[in-house]
């Protein structure tokens, strides 16, 4: 059965740091595309960053520069570091994993989904 658990989420200040972690289980891992994605009241699911099996790392211009997303293979878990946190970051956080998605921005590309994490960032 497949797992993606995502944790690490909560409330910070606008200049914040946070970094959540997802944990996968019930796939070959190492194959996986992971990517976070996020959704804010109202609107869309967008990509934030995603990693594929080899490692590179795809970004939204919005996070360019204070997001940094990594891969344990040994763990089985991807981090998503983000830096100077400002309220319009205030969202839903998922992860979510694909064999093909290579990097894809696009949500329904992704066949697997974490039930998501809060992140609230008070101005």
């Known amino acids: 059965q497949v797992h993606l658990v995502e944790s690490g989420g909560g409330l910070v200040q606008a200049g914040g740091s946070l970094r959540l972690s997802c944990a996968v289980s019930?796939?070959?891992?190492?194959?996986?595309?992971v990517g976070w994605f996020r959704q804010a009241p109202g609107k869309e699911r967008e990509l934030v960053a995603a990693i594929n099996r080899s490692g590179s790392s795809y970004y939204a211009d919005s996070m360019k520069g204070r997001t940094t997303i990594s891969r344990d293979n040994a763990k089985n878990t991807v981090y998503l570091q983000m830096n100077s946190l400002k309220p319009e970051d205030t969202a839903i956080y998922y992860c979510a994993a694909d064999p093909w998605a290579n990097g894809s921005r696009w949500p329904k590309v992704y066949a697997y989904w974490g039930q998501g994490t809060q992140v609230t960032v008070s101005s």
């Open positions: 019930g796939l070959a891992f190492g194959s996986q595309t």
